[in-house]
């Protein structure tokens, strides 16, 4: 990956991790799937009408929508509500990483490497370092709510790979369209419509504060941003990064919610920027000279028409992309 695409991808973890603080403020204001819908909402207008149409076919729109808007967003705030507090749900569903490598060898062939996987085994030890100073005081329930939404994230970035959008945010845009309806539906069944309304008519600066920063901070630009890096990079060299999430979403918590941050929690985040680090170390082909990677480097630079000289993709599957 080229250092702008890494810096994106720390970027969007970032914006993710923080999320997490701003969902738990914006579910004192809201039932959880009513501000899921209204997250969506706001993310797919006014823009759909500036964005152009859709530049994919619709059934990539509507089970990315279906995946990631309605199943792994509707779970994650219902977990969050029912007891996982923010640090620990940033934790817990970055077990995403390993649903989405096996997904896409399973479904595109996208084998990690034994480095990459070593480093996503190293960030995954991180991750269970961090959940054990964590403890395990929430409801099992609501933990396993944001176990079965991590699996839905990973089954909508391999849905992403496969859909290849040109454009991710206009494919991000539409996404947004399809959770509102289902998500909307649901939360009259489950949550009803007197608590709907409720929280409607006690909407405050705070409560539009959060959901304009989930629908078009963590929305529309990140998962944009993400589906941007998916179209380029192989599902497997992109999702680890999400492993950055908790160490941005365990600091937000610890600044803004009060959320302690004890020395295992330190040695939880070493762990996963050093996974992380791993993960992005490119893999050589044995047998490759100087002059094959030169060649190689000139092809592709005049296919992406980048002047300046550059080093020459990693791998054949990081060339074909």
Partial sequence: MRPSHLALAVLVAAVWGVNFTVIEVGLDHFPPLLF????????????????????????WIVAVGLALGVAKFGLVFVGM????????????????????????????????????????????????????????????????????????WGVSNVLTRKAAPPDALNFMVWVSTVPVLPLLGLSLLTEGPSRDLAALRALDWAGVGTVVFVAWVATVFGFGAWGWLLRRHPASTVAPFSLLVPVFGVSSAAVFLGESVSPLRWCAAALLVGGVALTSVPARRPGRGRADREAEGAVEGARTAVPAVRPAPATAEEYGR
């Fill in 81 to 152: 509500d029912a007891g996982m507090p923010a640090g620990l749900s940033s934790l817990v569903l970055q077990i995403q990483a390993v649903f989405t490598a096996v997904i896409a060898w399973a479904a595109l062939g996208e084998r990690p490497t034994g480095l990459r996987v070593t480093g996503m085994l190293i960030a995954l030890a991180g991750i269970g370092v961090a959940a054990v100073d964590e403890g395990a005081s929430g409801p099992l329930g609501a933990f396993a709510l944001v176990v079965a939404a991590a699996a839905c």
């Fill in 36 to 59: 899921s819908a209204l997250r969506f909402l706001v993310a797919a207008l006014p823009a759909v009408f500036f964005v152009g149409r859709p530049k994919v076919a619709w059934k």
